[in-house]
């Protein structure tokens, strides 16, 4: 528990994608089974210990320690689970340290009260360090900032197997996974994969540069609409439905209305998008926002259900019946993809929730290039080009798959606020806060729209740093307000891929994916867009 | 107790905890003709009073900080050297918080009164340990005066730092530290854990380094954190320590070094959303102040008829004397910043 949460110190405060890395690793090195396997699910979240309430943590605090004291601290610590493993007093004498491993395994043996009441003598045993971590685990709340993903990196860098075999076997493994362990340090045989609907390892594009289109060869390609939505992959087999993220995460439980209207044992690559209930004669795709409610939740409420319903616009088949389609060409696998779902086209109105995301007709760049830039659908975001003959492999091949993305749009805005980065970037200030104009009580004002953190070289970095520091006219904690008004501001064209309303932005505005176009040092601050801009923008879209 | 008020001996005003038949102040946050100082951090020790009764060290601390024109009298006492000021009894008594620093005790006809300045009660190799002084009003320190600050162990917190340079060597470990006492203790404590490398320094914390040094704190082989040619200069912090003012931590100046591991040594850094704040990458729990087993540990022992609280987190303690049986109050003296430490 204690080198366990030892980690934890260390992978919450450390920034770099490497380092955590490396952190990881070297724990999986350094700790034995099972206890690095319980590690692994803690941090997966793939961890079902029997669950303590806060305020259950909160009654053995008091009953220990002057309530009144407890408050205050509480109160400046923000944190109840960190402000209760601070404040418990150690008990000297109470030498036996339990290992997480010996935590999951009773835990798992033990009653609910019981639980409390181990809970309760583990921590005068543990540091605040290892109360903290226990206290995160039984109360359900470890967040570290470590996404499942990185942890399967970790264990693909530790075995130095490729990242595509543990994602595929991911969902027939259980913790302490063993196994897999003594797969990874080659003292066993690769586990095999015991899940029904597994998750197969998705093959993705390249987006296209000017100058690959004479590489491009349009009469091997099949075109297709690439969606606003998230790509997943669906997957039933016998009793088991899983939807997958596209790293693999079972997001299913959060799409019951999938889940339960999936009609053929089948691997479908497809495009997890929200359609508006009120059309019933076709999927009205709504847009990207409305999916976003659905998304990164545990379960969904009846509600959203009804007002956000979901479905899955499919483009690739790659398994049916008991049958791996992965080596047959795209022309091949499309044409089962379109027996499979059938001539008509799918609807609301019949209950269903899969459809057929259409091949496009391919003139030549030019139509292609017309029909970008003009689709029939504003959930469209781009064209897809697949080569006829592609296998469906994991990964990034050459060649084979392409996408060429909308322009995005552009609005010049003006830098408000700026905090300094992280990592590499702690020392400049490098995410900007930028706003447009609108009319206010005492005329024109700036309305903060988004946060902007990239699309910017490292010389322009040091620029953009010297400009915030020189400018600084309040300063808040990391955060610096810089000199915007009428007469002085920088001007950034900022390019964005959709915008939304919202209610969490001051503006009601939400932007997708902002990043810095281009420096406007040349631009007056009072000539940049305002908000009616952005504001038609959105009625154009609705 | 005896015949004067404890009130009248010593009493908060807006310069600061005054004493009214001797006519000084304690660690005055205000220019006074006449201070006594308990320890060289500036909050506490400030350039322009008329004189200065403090330890010889911390005579030196000022003289290096401000020029050695920081006040026109100098009185430096030794420890348990008696001054008498006005029929009152003045004498200082090491408070183990950094070298040269002291509690004041003031005594007027019958009448005992302790301020402990800041203190703590670890061991720190680079001053004097704490000693406790009975008397009648104990005016005690409370910068860490909530049961959530409790400090672990020092030795413990540097082999956090000696374990991530094995892990990061190609990275710098940049350890931001309070100049005065935090810098040099921090240098002590590596050379205890046996790391005999050179240690660099950032600009700020020579002149200090170099004090500590001629008044017999042996700190190792120090180097400027300084460029010299321009080129390669990155590498040349690979895998070191340097340790630098923690303002200079994300500053530009911390840009020439290999890929940095901000480390902060600092009571602080025991709340989680303190070293997030500050874009702490690891964070070290090393404080010169007393924690709150310290804090609660030193007025039992010490067992004053009084207790008064400042500066710090003076509501929490009371509460605890209150419930403890004990008389206390919060004094509320304004001016003194410990974010730092
Ligand atoms: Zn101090
Ligand atoms: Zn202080």
């Not at chain 1, 109470?94 to 935590?103: C, H, K, M, R």
């Amino acid at each position: 528990m204690i080198r366990f949460a030892h980690l934890l110190d260390r992978l919450i405060f450390t920034p770099g994608r490497n380092a955590k890395l490396r952190l990881l690793t070297d724990y999986f090195a350094e700790v034995p089974d099972p206890e690095r396997g319980w590690a692994v699910a803690a941090i997966t979240r793939d961890l079902d210990v029997k669950s303590v309430k806060p305020a259950q943590i909160k009654q053995l605090v008091y009953a220990r320690v002057d309530g009144a004291l407890f408050d205050m601290s509480h109160d400046y610590v923000g944190d109840l689970a960190e402000a209760a493993a601070l404040i418990w007093p150690e008990k000297p004498g109470q030498n036996y340290v339990p290992t997480l491993a010996d935590a999951v395994e009773t835990l798992n043996d033990v009653t609910r009260a019981e639980a409390l009441e181990v809970v309760e003598r583990w921590f005068d045993a543990l540091d605040a360090s290892g109360r903290w971590a226990l206290i995160k685990l039984v109360t359900g709340g470890l967040r570290i900032g470590v996404a499942a993903r990185l942890v399967k990196v970790a264990l693909a860098q530790y075995g130095d197997k490729p990242i595509q075999e543990i994602e595929e076997l991911w969902h027939g493994l259980e913790p302490p996974y063993t196994e897999l362990f003594a797969w990874l340090e080659d003292r066993g045989p690769k586990p095999a994969s015991a899940a029904h609907a597994p998750f197969r390892p998705v093959m993705l594009s390249h987006p296209i540069e000017e100058a690959d289109k004479p590489k491009i060869d349009l009469s091997e390609m099949a075109a297709e609409w690439k969606w606003d939505g998230i790509r997943v992959q669906a997957v039933r087999e016998r009793d088991q439905t899983r939807i997958y993220s596209r790293t693999g995460d079972d997001i299913g439980p959060a799409f019951p209305d999938i889940l339960g209207a999936m009609p053929f044992d089948a691997a479908i690559d497809g495009e997890l998008l929200v359609f508006d209930p009120d059309i019933r004669d076709r999927f009205a795709v709504r847009p990207f926002n409305d999916l976003q409610q659905r998304l990164n939740r545990k379960t969904v409420g009846a509600k959203l259900l009804k007002s956000n319903p979901a479905f899955i616009r499919a483009y690739d088949l790659l398994w049916c019946e008991g049958e791996d389609l992965r080596p047959l060409p795209f022309a091949q696998r499309r044409a089962r993809l379109e027996a499979l779902l059938g001539e008509h086209d799918a609807s609301p109105a019949g209950d269903e929730r899969f459809d057929l995301s259409p091949i496009v007709d391919l003139g030549g760049w030019d139509a292609l290039a017309a029909a970008r830039a003009n689709p029939p659908d504003e959930a469209i975001e781009g064209v897809m080009l697949k080569r006829r003959s592609s296998v469906y492999v994991p990964g990034r091949p050459k060649g084979e798959w392409w996408k060429w993305k909308r322009e995005p749009h552009l609005v010049d805005a003006v830098m408000m606020y700026a905090q300094r980065g992280h990592g590499k970037r702690s020392s400049y200030y490098s995410d900007y806060t930028f706003g447009v104009w609108r009319e206010g009580e005492d005329g024109a004002e700036l309305v903060p729209v988004g946060k902007a953190y990239s699309g910017f070289t490292d010389q322009e970095l040091r620029k953009l740093d010297k400009y915030v520091r020189d400018n600084t006219i309040a300063r808040y904690g990391p955060v610096r307000s810089v000199r915007a008004d009428q007469d002085q501001g920088l001007v950034l064209e900022i390019a964005f891929e959709g915008l939304a309303r919202s209610t969490r932005h001051k503006s009601g505005l939400a932007m997708r994916f902002p990043r810095v176009n281009r420096l406007r040092w040349d631009k007056p601050s009072a000539e940049a867009d305002r908000i009616e801009m952005l504001e038609a923008m959105l009625e154009g879209s609705a | 107790m005896t015949g004067v008020q404890a009130e009248a001996l010593l009493h908060p005003t807006p310069k600061g905890l005054y004493c009214p038949p001797g006519d000084f102040f304690i660690d005055p946050v205000a220019d006074v003709d006449r201070a006594v100082i308990t320890h060289g951090h500036a909050d506490h020790a400030r350039a322009g009073h008329g004189a200065v009764l403090a330890t010889p060290e911390t005579i030196e601390i000022m003289a290096t900080r401000y020029g050695e024109g920081f006040t026109r009298t100098r009185q430096p006492v030794e420890i348990g050297e008696v001054t008498v000021i006005g029929g009152v009894s003045v004498w200082l008594v090491p408070a183990g918080h950094v070298l040269g620093s002291a509690q004041a005790v003031v005594e007027y006809q019958g009448m005992r009164m302790v301020v402990t300045g800041d203190y703590k009660r670890r061991r720190d190799p680079t001053c004097l340990p704490f000693e406790p002084v009975s008397c009648d009003v104990l005016i005690s320190e409370a910068t860490f005066g909530l049961p959530v600050f409790r400090h672990p162990d020092t030795a413990g917190e540097v082999r956090k730092l000696l374990a991530s340079l094995r892990r990061f060597p190609e990275r710098t470990h940049l350890v931001g530290a309070y100049a005065l006492g935090k810098a040099q203790r921090i240098i002590c404590h590596l050379r205890e854990e046996g790391y005999d490398e050179t240690i660099f320094i950032h600009g700020a914390m020579k002149k200090l380094c170099d004090l500590y040094s001629r008044l017999g704190v042996d700190l190792g082989p120090l180097a400027d954190a300084t460029v010299k040619d321009g080129r390669g200069a990155k590498q040349d912090f690979a895998g070191k320590v340097v340790v630098c003012p923690p303002s200079a931590m994300n500053a530009a100046w911390a840009r020439r070094f290999a890929d940095p591991i901000t480390c902060f040594a600092s009571g602080w850094m025991r709340v989680r959303q303190r070293a997030r704040q500050k874009g702490v990458e690891l964070p070290l729990i090393v404080s010169d102040h007393a924690d709150w087993d310290e804090l609660t540990d030193t007025v039992r022992e010490v067992d004053p008829a009084q207790l008064w609280v400042t500066h710090g987190r003076e509501d929490a303690l009371v509460r605890w004397a209150e419930v403890e049986g004990r008389y206390a109050k919060p004094l509320r003296l304004v001016g003194y910043e410990d974010e730092n430490d």
